[in-house]
């Protein structure tokens, strides 16, 4: 909980509770006591090898096969609606991650700000397609829970990381 | 003299070479026994692609030469011993691959032959994290192994090197990475979240004796430090996301920021130069230099961006000495004498030498691996 007051408001805080339970990580969030995380993604960088040179550091655009789709404000790893799954489901075979970290991300068309889920799914080699890398309010992992350098497939019995979805959570505010 | 055989010696001579050339000699195969190169670069490589085949590339400063390869399995940390002639690897394998059952391990390696030499079992709260040095670290005794933890709860496993086991868990809530005390082999100091330093000595058994924490020193929120220290005896370096350097002394109970100053001017800063990157410090305590990986125009979420220039300084004076071209760099290190810079050009993959220092240096580049991250120096 210490963690948590830290980097997110109240508010938000019910919200990233309320996506826990969504996520089936009640379990996982009892064994790990004091802590109250959402996760993420594995690592990556914010270039472009495709020649389009560095990347732009914050998203904006409307295309969800984009790595500048809004949503992915702060998604570091393979989209897995690249990888056989969608924006917000893990491809067959590959299992959700049990924690996960709670994003905040601008989506231009209704000028709203949401909470955002990245879990990575699990269990099965890396995807190796769409890797995106952006860190809005990400933070050294000293803020676990803003933390995209690491793979939030650890607290599952199959630790391979695979992709990262980005669900909607809810509309941030304050 | 055959038919073939004239024909053959005729195209020879009408090429202008000789009748009389040596045949090649039979060879017989052997293993180079040693890396003899006197400076080495370590470039980890998460290898994203294929994350469970990390690899460990080791390069000659001085030829450029590509010297061997290490496997780091999944999400392997990698740090040197402290007389060199070790590498150290924290990591852990699945027992099919992609699945299956999973074992973590300290592996030691001999630098120079380049074979392992033996392994330690570890407990399987190892953060699979990507390469960072603070992620793993020996005590200046070399008797103490640090590796961090993440379930995502944190702490710190302490492995005893002379008994070659682990011996303890070390619980770090809501800090991250280990910066070991120079004068005191039994402490370590973490950063944590609520912008705090916190100070822990083990005892002889490897178990937490005593924690101490330090005031506020910096806001996670508004100006972050980034989790690399860069190490001068009992200092370390560290670098803001926004551009503040900070020395922090860790040697006493509790640790304390002995100075701060900016990297850039009042008009460099409205231009949005900042430092970005994985590993984007680095200090050379003998010489007084400090180079960073900076770039313009930078925003939240920019810290990872690669650099469009390094910039030299002077640790005593606090001044910019150069300006240098930033090779697209995520990561530093200084060599060992301080004279060359070594850099990860992440867009070209691979190693860049700065064999001078300045805004027009002498640079040379070795294409290494994938997605190399972390940098260390023989």
Redesign the interface.
Known sequence: MKLLQHWIDSLAERQVRRAAQFTGRRSALASIGKWMVAGTALPMLPFDRSGSAQAASQVAGDDPMACDYWRNCALDGFLCNCCGGSMSDCPPGAEVSKVTWVGTCHNPKDGKDYLVSYNDCCGKVACGRCLCNFNERERPGYRMGVHNDINWCMANTQTMYHCTVSAIVGVAQG | MNRKFALAVSISVALGGTVTAAELEPEISKTIPAVTAKNRIYAAD?A?????DGKLHIVDADSGKYLGVIGIG??GQVTLSNDKREILVST?Y?SR???GD?ADIVEVWDADTLKFKYEIPISDKR????Q?EGLMRLSADGRWLFV?N?????SVSVIDMQAKKMVGEVAM?????IYPVQSDSKRFA?????GTIQTVTIDDNGAEAARKTSAKVFD??AD????QGEQAGDDYYFVSFKGNVARVNVAGETAAVTETWPLASKAEMQKGWRP?G?QPLAVHGDSNRLYVAM?A??????????AKQIWAFDTQTKKRIARMPGH?A?SLEPSADGKRLYAID??KASIVIFDTIGAKPKVRAVQVGE?P?QLEAE
């Open positions: 998460i994203i692609n294929h994350i469970a999944f999400t852990g699945l691959g992609q699945r999973r953060a699979m994290a990507l960072y961090q993440a379930t995502p709860a944190t809530p809501g800090c991250w990475a973490s950063l944590c979240g609520d996670a929120e972050a430090w980034f989790m970005g994985y770039h125009g930078g925003v939240e979420g920019s810290h990872k961006n690669p697209a995520i992440i867009e997605v991250i």
